[in-house]
């Protein structure tokens, strides 16, 4: 009997909570999953894999500082995490310089070969630059962009910093089971470019989740750069080997190429939104658009709207075709091109922006703005430290593991980021040679009152500005914290505009991830929206903030990914 009486208690709890919604026994008592934000007095460390996290830490327990933790996990990154960074990819930073009181930005992009003309891609019939072989290769600039921030900013020396991630290399790691899901996907269609298989296919196939991967040749590189510096790269043997292997495979960049490269520190720019400044990087990255999402939508009551509901999505969705119309005509290498950056963020061009909006229709194609009428796969990390000095810092191959290509005995592969360049000219992205193409990654930086308050990121793609501006609005309007602004559900929207100056003329997919109510999803179908799913595709978020109240980090970490934020 009693057994009877328990087991109709338990139908009755279970029928009770289906009725009553799944989140009641949440403490949050958030519809969607989040956990406990990381608080740490010290010190804090996020990145998208425990070793690279731990790798931070023990930099920072060292006596290291901030930006040595940063390069520290970056270079552990490269090599458990090779599907989103590596020492073949390129650079951004945004770090926060206590001793100056500002923030400073660095873009460490590299650029196109100089032997290599628009003239090569139409004798070969293309009319999009190639994502695989030596046709997308630009300048590595990750190297010189560790180097550069660690000249001007560092504390230990830099064989300490590379340390940990040549200890691995050599010792090797367990693959956790996110990289190695992406590790076997960018497999398929890389393996017969040369390299590829010798560098990450041990045994002719990725390796599976707990497998040990080792990489020697990244550790041999690391120790390099450690004794000789970013000249070891970019002017010694190891841009030797580089330039030699990209001849052999009937490739552009050459050792004057490297040679040629530096990195460049740069003004972050920021607009206001309801009160915190939001810091993005320059053209020619795509950072700007966030703010211009954000401008946009600063002229509606979006937390009167609720979060999902069906005028927070549409409203936002909008304002993201307007910036990526945008996006697509005036975004490019600044160096060479003349972006109307002040008119695109400025306040007056979000309102006439604002009112090109239908707020009960979806728009199915949108053109450029005219801001003249004023002035005119990924990893990122997040570190801090006692000083104040904080570093919001992403880097990435573009695809994935980039082109495919490996130069020998290194351990690593080469970016495909030259896959972004326009091949039409006379636009503002179009290619020419010795010109840093269009790029998707970017830090963001939040400040109130002119202090420091958030390093953030959102890794992904064009997912990326979308993604910024959703966790501001989630800090802001929906009075998130830290851990909820990442976890909650978001919105994606893709169409067919393009950094290669194509314009969308469909109205593009808008994708939800699930969490979103259905009656908020049947109202944007009913304004003429798509709606789509996908499994993945949402960006990979991580973020440090400072409790300046209190005297404490905040860390949080990507639940859609394997790494953790931690503190001392």
Known sequence: MFRRVVTVLCAVAVVLLATEGVAMDRITGKEFATRSEVLARHAMV???QPLATQAGLEILARGGNAVDAAIAANAVLALVEPTGCGLGGDLFAIVWDPAEGRLRGLNGSGRSP???????????????????????????????????LHAELGKLPMAEVLAPAIRYAREGFPLTELIAHYWDLNAAGRRDQPGFSETFLPDGRAPRKGEVFRNPGLADTLEE????????FYEGRIAGVIADFMADVGGFLTR????????????????????????????????????????????????????????????FVEAKKLAFADRARFYADMTMV??????????????????????????????????????????????????GLMVSLIQSNYRGMGCGLCPPGLGFGLQDRGELFDLTEDRANSYAPGKRPFHTIIPAFLTRDGEPWCAFGVMGGATQPQAHAWVV?????????????????????????????????????VYLETGF??????????RGHRIGTTVGGYGGYQAVMWDRENRVFIGASESRKDGHAAGY
């Not at 628009?118 to 962009?145: H, I, S």
């Not at 750069?225 to 070891?232: E, N, Y």
């Not at 919105?491 to 194509?502: A, C, D, E, M, N």
């Not at 109510?517 to 009913?526: F, K």
């Open 225 to 232: 750069l450690a004794a000789g510096g970013r000249d070891a």
């Open 473 to 509: 609005m989630n800090l802001v309007d929906y009075g998130m914290n830290l851990q909820e602004a990442g976890d909650a559900p978001r919105l994606v929207h893709r169409g067919s505009s393009q950094p290669t100056g194509q314009i969308m003329t469909d109205g593009g997919t």
């Open 256 to 315: 004057d190429d490297l040679a040629a490269h530096r990195s460049e520190w740069v003004d972050p720019v920021s607009s206001n939104y309801r009160g915190v400044d939001v810091w993005e990087l320059p053209p020619n990255g795509q950072g700007i658009a966030a703010l211009q999402i954000l401008n946009v939508l600063e002229g509606y009551d979006m937390a009167g709207a609720g979060f999902g509901s069906a005028d927070h999505l549409h409203r």
């Open 114 to 148: 100089q032997s290599l003309t628009l003239d090569e891609f139409r004798k070969q019939g293309l009319e999009f630059v190639p994502p695989y072989g030596p046709l997308p290769v630009t300048v590595p600039g990750c190297v010189d962009g560790w180097f550069t």
């Open 46 to 48: 996020a990145t998208s």
């Open 517 to 526: 109510p259905w009656e908020a999803v049947r109202a944007l179908e009913n």
């Open 338 to 387: 003349d972006v109307p950056v002040a008119g695109l963020i400025s306040k007056e061009y979000a309102a006439a922006q604002r009112e090109r909006i239908d707020p009960e229709r979806a728009a199915r194609s949108v053109d450029a703005g005219n801001p003249a009428l004023e002035s005119g796969d990924t990893i990122y990390l997040a570190a801090a430290d006692e000083s």
